[in-house]
């Protein structure tokens, strides 16, 4: 089987997958323009940069809460039901915000809550896939999950603010509350419930061991213990994205060179992710691991303040490299038994948002008393090294799979 096979027409002549896309599309656009409005709110009433900018940060936290213990509801209830839920419950909150008069603080609050239900959704998004779309398919369809939402990172600033300051932050709200109900309306008149497998010793789990199975099982097997390492690369190559404006002056190209930066890496995975699709699944796996440390590699060469023009490009090849997260979600998703997969997909969300976090956060502590060049080139080095051992690693447990399809 050949993912030359497996195109965009077909892919999208799947009903169901058509609208789970549509729903992820507006659940996306919902997310982002929230988090703009928000802090634009906050900058305008405070006039405080850092305070703008910890809002939007602390618009991720959530997903650490909720990646760890609110995922295992795609395991204990029909897919579609938490889907429909976790939108209309952000619909009720983002409606909330829009309320004029509502305390700063209770509007962070209400958004932070709009992220932790984000979570659930996503991670019966995530364990519905398998079901909706056969194995061949499976990781063109994450890949166009993941385009759509790089492509919302481009626009997203531009478009968010733009409506922002059109319609003002209440009307913007109130657009973002309908993008929410209106996903829920498409989840729940176009898929089947997608019910999670029900297992034997059901009945007897408590909520505990619910929420720690999908930790147990992806620490049990070596396989999925690698690809969750190999997802948290990006704590290393998403670096230059908290440092874009800083290295932008350091090499005196201005906002508009950090723009250009900013945009390089989602452009580069969107082609990498095209070209990506044209590889049979089997040479797909065996370049998991090059891949993963190409990232990074792409990378180093920053240290040496090359032209922005370079840089560039040079940022974007990292992108192309990245789109191996297809591959690497594809397969973490395939490999974990239905009855904990939202669970340990929820687990990979989690993971994934801490070290992309910690990254950054390091990254910005160690800008303060390195050039941000010295900075994303040490964060390089280090996502290389680590790369190294997850594909030396890799290498081992993917061979039995590979020699058992020969």
């Known amino acids: 089987m050949e993912t030359q096979g497996v195109t965009y027409?077909?892919?999208?002549?799947?009903?169901?997958?058509?609208?789970?896309?549509?729903?992820?599309?507006?659940?996306?656009?919902?997310?982002q323009l929230a988090r703009v409005a928000l802090t634009v709110?906050?900058?305008?009433?405070?006039?405080?940069?850092?305070?703008?900018?910890?809002?939007?940060?602390?618009?991720?936290?959530?997903?650490?809460?909720?990646?760890a213990f609110l995922s295992g509801l795609a395991d204990r209830y029909s897919r579609r039901t938490v889907m429909v839920v976790t939108d209309l419950l952000r619909a009720g909150l983002v409606a909330a915000m829009s309320i004029p008069g509502v305390p700063l603080g209770v509007q962070i609050t209400l958004l932070v809550g709009v992220?932790?239900?984000?979570?659930?959704?996503?991670?019966?998004?995530?364990?519905?896939?398998?079901?909706?779309?056969?194995?061949?398919?499976?990781a063109l369809g994450l890949g166009v999950m993941s385009m759509t939402y790089q492509t919302a990172l481009v626009?997203?600033?531009?478009?968010?603010?733009?409506?922002?300051?059109?319609?003002?932050?209440?009307?913007?709200?109130?657009?973002?509350?309908?993008t929410f109900a209106?996903?829920?309306?498409?989840?729940?008149?176009?898929?089947?419930?997608?019910?999670?497998?029900?297992?034997?010793?059901?009945?007897?789990?408590?909520?505990?061991?619910?929420?720690?199975?999908?930790?147990?099982?992806?620490?049990?097997?070596?396989?999925?213990?690698?690809?969750?390492?190999?997802?948290?690369?990006?704590?290393?190559?998403?670096?230059?994205?908290?440092?874009?404006?800083?290295?932008?002056?350091?090499?005196?190209?201005?906002?508009?060179?950090?723009?250009?930066?900013?945009?390089?890496?989602?452009?580069?995975?969107?082609?990498?992710?095209?070209a990506l699709k044209r590889i049979r699944p089997e040479r797909q796996l065996a370049l998991l691991g090059p891949m993963a440390l190409a990232t990074s590699l792409m990378l180093i060469p920053t240290v040496w303040q090359p032209h922005l023009i370079v840089l560039v490009l040079l940022w974007a090849a990292s992108g192309a490299f990245s789109a191996h997260d297809m591959i690497t979600q594809a397969t973490y998703v395939k490999t974990v038994p239905d009855s904990h997969r939202g669970q340990a997909v929820?687990?990979?969300?989690?993971?994934?948002?801490?070290?992309?976090?910690?990254?950054?956060?390091?990254?910005?502590l160690a800008a303060q008393v390195l050039p941000p060049t010295w900075v994303i080139?040490?964060?390089?080095?280090?996502?290389?090294?680590?790369?190294?051992?997850?594909?030396?690693?890799?290498?081992?447990?993917?061979?039995p799979s590979a020699n058992s399809t020969q």
């Open 155 to 178: 626009i997203g600033f531009g478009v968010g603010a733009s409506v922002v300051a059109a319609l003002g932050y209440h009307d913007a709200l109130l657009i973002n509350a309908a």
């Open 9 to 31: 027409r077909s892919l999208f002549a799947v009903a169901e997958f058509r609208w789970l896309w549509l729903a992820h599309a507006l659940s996306v656009a919902g997310n």
């Open 115 to 138: 992220q932790l239900v984000a979570v659930p959704f996503s991670a019966a998004r995530q364990a519905a896939m398998p079901s909706v779309l056969h194995s061949d398919a499976l």
């Open 41 to 67: 709110l906050v900058f305008d009433r405070t006039a405080s940069a850092g305070l703008s900018a910890l809002t939007y940060a602390v618009s991720y936290v959530p997903d650490l809460i909720g990646g």
């Open 377 to 399: 080139g040490i964060a390089a080095a280090l996502g290389v090294a680590i790369a190294a051992a997850a594909w030396a690693a890799w290498s081992r447990v993917a061979a």
């Open 182 to 274: 209106v996903s829920a309306l498409v989840i729940r008149c176009g898929m089947a419930p997608h019910q999670p497998a029900r297992r034997a010793t059901a009945h007897r789990d408590g909520r505990w061991h619910t929420i720690t199975a999908g930790w147990r099982i992806v620490a049990s097997d070596p396989k999925l213990r690698i690809l969750l390492l190999i997802a948290c690369l990006s704590g290393f190559y998403v670096v230059p994205e908290g440092l874009a404006v800083p290295m932008s002056e350091e090499i005196g190209a201005g906002t508009t060179g950090a723009g250009w930066l900013l945009a390089a890496n989602p452009i580069g995975t969107v082609l990498g992710m095209l």
């Open 346 to 364: 929820g687990l990979a969300i989690a993971s994934l948002r801490a070290a992309q976090g910690l990254g950054i956060i390091a990254a910005g």
